[in-house]
């Protein structure tokens, strides 16, 4: 099956900066990517999501970019705040089947 | 509003007596799931359902059942509970896939302890 793999496992940054994670995935047939945010005693939330059709995505201070040939897909959080500060999850599914979830990224923004 | 639920939040118990997490939904969606959490583990799925009366075993659906008898509804059936159990368990639903707008959208999650 697939292997999703995620790095860093915790990263910690400056308020103002930018902020990058990074997900590897073994299985050639995944085509959709999505990105949650888990919050401290939350549930993941989605927060930006690609498919493999698309090289790039932006939504405001938050970007996804994909490399199929490679195998890899990032998040690219700019301009970090505190509430920036949770857990992000990394997945990587066939539209249609299971998902598999990266061990996940501990962010936490420094004022 | 859109959403899902789990019930019970908190559950301690003992090794071998059977328990029953519910999930429901009311969103219509076709495809439901439920994830442990661990830590260093993230989320792993348990079982998936991709309408009713069909359902598939995730990565790790040893020691436990599901059933999906009715759109709204995924309940999470340990029968004989194990220490190793005990985790954050998450169930999960989405429309149907290829569909736009297919998030994934998680309930507020389930914390079993197993003594």
């Known amino acids: 099956g697939e292997n999703v793999e995620q790095h860093p496992s915790t990263l910690s940054v400056q308020e103002g900066d930018s902020a990058v994670i990074k997900c590897t995935y073994s299985d050639s047939a995944s085509n959709y990517f999505p990105w949650y945010k888990q919050e401290l005693g939350k549930r993941p939330q989605l927060i930006i999501d690609i498919r493999s059709n698309v090289g790039e995505k932006k939504d405001q201070r938050i970007a996804v970019t994909l490399n199929k040939t490679a195998k890899h897909f990032s998040l690219h959080i700019t301009e970090t705040q505190p509430e920036d500060s949770a857990v992000y999850f990394c997945a990587a599914s066939i539209i249609g089947n299971q998902f598999y979830f990266g061990t996940g990224t501990s962010l936490t923004v420094i004022p | 509003e859109a959403q899902v639920t789990q019930n019970p939040r908190y559950l301690i118990t003992v090794t071998g007596k059977k328990l029953t997490v519910t999930c429901s939904q009311n969103m219509n969606h076709e495809y439901m799931s439920w994830y442990r959490q661990d830590p260093g583990l993230g989320l792993r799925q348990i079982y998936y359902?991709?309408?009713?009366?069909?359902?598939d075993k995730g990565d790790v659906p040893e020691g436990y059942k599901v059933s999906r008898k009715e759109k709204r509804n995924f309940p999470l059936i340990l029968e004989s509970p194990s220490p190793n159990q005990t985790s954050l368990y998450f169930c999960a639903s989405r429309a149907s896939p290829g569909l736009k707008g297919s998030e994934q959208y998680f309930g507020p999650g389930t914390r079993l302890t197993v003594t």
């Open positions: 359902s991709m309408n009713v009366e069909v359902t």
